[in-house]
């Protein structure tokens, strides 16, 4: 089996795709060389698409030229997994079966825009009507699609290893995980919530160069890339977790 991934760094996609890897003895293929996971990637058999150094938008420009330059990598598979809209378009070329899993509808490598829009949701509905299957890793992204594309598909929640037992005393924090891309939309909540209810609130997530010059203010704190055990340490101690969801207006698309 392969399972394909836009790229193998510490952010939840690509945590997911990696575990699945490393438990079903998977070979994992890579289409961008963005912060890689290097000490998880170490005990995974894993493969890069052939990459294009660019200064600026390398992520961007190596999944859309994915087609291209991972060719063949898939030329042995029997069944692939593909995570995400942009892993199934790539897949998609390469004339293999595949399962698709999405996590989310507002993600894109391609810049969203009316002139771009209908393209890549044409794009889209036909990448998941080739698959074999469509899972989804909730039941919010679940209706999304039904809503959006009005397909149907099969909820997989992701794992996760529960402790034994939780802290019954925990300080005054509240836990924000997301993308750090949308740092500056979580800042004014953070930052209210934090002053409101006088108490600390983290934010972690994944790298992103988005994050660069942004000052923190009083009593919010930013967590980048945090180890899985630091991640597990404050989900058990922090008294309210809060899930920033992007709220975008989508259009229903012109079926092709």
């Known amino acids: ?9 510490k952010g939840g996609v690509s945590k997911v795709a ?10 994992l293929v ?3 060389k963005y912060r890689p996971w290097l000490e998880l990637l170490s005990n995974i058999k894993h493969k890069y698409s052939r990459q294009l150094k660019l200064p600026i938008l390398n992520r961007t420009v190596n999944i859309l030229l994915s087609p291209l330059l991972g060719f063949g990598l898939l030329r042995n598979a029997k069944l692939v997994l593909a995570h995400q809209m942009s892993c199934c378009l790539y897949v998609m070329t390469q004339g293999v079966k595949y399962v698709a899993y999405i996590h989310d509808l507002h993600y894109s490598p391609i810049p969203i825009t009316r002139f771009t829009k209908p393209l890549i949701q044409s794009l889209e509905i036909r990448a998941l009507e080739k698959a074999e299957l469509i899972l989804t890793n909730s039941i919010n992204t679940s209706q999304a699609l039904k809503r959006l594309y009005g397909l149907n598909s099969i909820v997989i929640h ?10 019954w005393k925990r300080p005054r924090r509240i836990l924000m995980v997301s993308r750090l891309s949308e740092l500056k939309t979580m ?14 609130v983290v934010i972690a997530g994944a790298w992103s160069r988005s994050i660069i010059g942004i000052k923190m203010p009083r009593n919010v704190r930013l967590i980048v890339d945090p180890e899985e ?5 404050l989900y058990m101690t922090s008294r309210v977790l809060v899930h920033v969801l992007s709220l975008i207006h989508i259009s229903e698309p012109t079926r092709p």
């Open 1 to 9: 089996m392969h399972i394909v991934v836009d790229y193998a760094s």
């Open 18 to 27: 990696l575990k699945q890897a490393l438990l079903l003895q998977a070979i």
């Open 30 to 32: 890579v289409l961008s």
């Open 158 to 167: 992701p794992g996760v290893d529960v402790p034994p037992s939780i802290p």
């Open 187 to 200: 800042l004014p909540l953070a930052t209210g919530l934090a002053k409101k209810l006088n108490c600390e």
């Open 229 to 233: 055990h630091e991640l597990t340490k």
